[in-house]
């Protein structure tokens, strides 16, 4: 499966944004799609995940109650709402699949990764 992340941009604190994740040339809804982000300097680290059909997520505490998942399998699309931004949330957003069927947080039990999209808060 080929994922592509988009919907990027610069804003400034407490705005709005929300990305997408298409994917293309796979069974969408045999995936797991999980976001993660990774800023200059740090390591990659878990912000959501969705399950196949949609009904479960899971989201790393420092997101929790301001970002949002979801998925349109309808449109092979999953999104994410990120509301309240703040500057800590600046870094590159990533995209990636997973047939596990027991939520994924670590990047190694994804196969497949989109190519990022930046997301920029200032304060």
């Known amino acids: 499966v080929q994922l592509q992340a988009s919907g990027g941009g610069l804003v400034q604190a407490g705005d709005s944004l929300r990305l997408s994740c298409a994917a293309s040339?796979?069974?969408?809804?045999?995936?797991?799609i999980g976001w993660f982000r990774q800023a200059p300097g740090k390591e990659r680290e878990f912000v959501a995940v969705?399950?196949?059909?949609?009904?479960?997520?899971t989201y790393a505490d420092s997101v929790k109650g301001r970002f949002t998942i979801a998925r349109d399998n309808a449109k092979n699309t999953v999104y994410l709402r990120m509301n309240s931004l703040k500057p800590e949330d600046t870094a590159v957003y990533y995209c990636?699949?997973?047939?596990?069927?027991?939520?994924?947080?670590?990047?190694?039990?994804?196969?497949?990764w989109g190519q990022g999209t930046q997301v920029t808060v200032s304060s």
């Open positions: 990636a699949a997973s047939t596990n069927v027991v939520l994924p947080t670590l990047p190694k039990w994804y196969a497949y």
């Open positions: 040339g796979g069974t969408f809804n045999s995936y797991a």
């Open positions: 969705i399950s196949q059909s949609g009904s479960r997520t």
